[in-house]
């Protein structure tokens, strides 16, 4: 099948790992949550603004903001970028001064590195205009790559990246993710188990969802600020 998504340009300010890496730093699965139209986009902990960018390449956001720990070099495409703490409530209330308000808020693997992931949602939210989103990722403890060594051979080794991410702080099940993205105005329109790999999805279908909720890597989510 042809593809005409515009190809994106990378900055030659970018290191060579962010540049091998890039492909992946566009999460289109959990992107489909993002409603149609010419939306002011926020992406939170979004690094060089992969997604974001994607978003405009797609004709789904007219502005893309990008609001990260690290200062990185951002794609092109993205209108403005700001750096520091994610629970900094200036940093935040700068970038809802000079950008918001925001029709669609993007936190892709972002708030279980956050001390305070339910505050921060708080102020998101106060940043949407009603009717905006916050499509959100996050990943699931209850999955069976933590649970086994866990329960059979009593280890929980942190690594580099994936749901024993080292630098996770926070660990969600599917209730409390709920729950994260549920708080004030906030309301859960759709909420969708994520497997790695047709094996996996192909075996929730033979069992009949009975062992979904293990095979699930991560949560996607998205909630509608109500008016």
């Known amino acids: 099948m042809r593809n005409d998504t ?74 403005h970028a700001f750096g520091g703490d994610l629970e900094d409530p200036a940093l935040l209330e700068q970038v809802a001064h000079d950008c918001g308000p925001f029709d669609v808020i993007l936190c892709l693997d972002v708030l279980e590195h956050l001390s305070d992931p339910w505050t921060v949602v708080d102020r998101l939210s106060d940043m949407l205009v009603p009717g905006g989103v916050i499509v959100a990722s996050i990943p699931n403890v209850r999955n069976y790559r933590l649970l086994g060594p866990l329960l059979f051979q009593g280890r929980f080794d942190l690594v580099e990246r994936g749901i024993l991410d080292r630098t996770h702080l926070r660990w969600f099940v599917g209730d409390t993710a709920k729950a994260l993205m549920s708080r004030r105005k906030l309301r859960v329109n759709a909420f969708h188990n994520f497997f790695e790999g047709p ?23 998205r909630s509608v600020k109500q008016g």
């Not at 094996?199 to 989510?221: E, H, S, V």
Request: hydrophobic share 40%.
């Open 6 to 79: 515009p190809a994106l340009e990378i900055p030659e300010t970018a290191t060579q790992p962010v540049r091998e890496d890039y492909h992946a730093l566009i999460r289109k699965e959990v992107l489909k949550l993002v409603p149609e139209g010419q939306n002011n986009v926020l992406d939170v902990g979004g690094g060089i603004g992969a997604s974001a960018a994607y978003l405009k390449s797609t004709g789904k956001a007219a502005q893309a903001t990008v609001v990260d720990l690290v200062g990185t070099a951002c794609l092109p495409q993205i209108d």
């Open 199 to 221: 094996k996996k999805t192909l075996f929730n279908r033979l069992t009949l969802g009975l062992f979904r909720d293990f095979l699930t890597i991560q949560f996607y989510i």
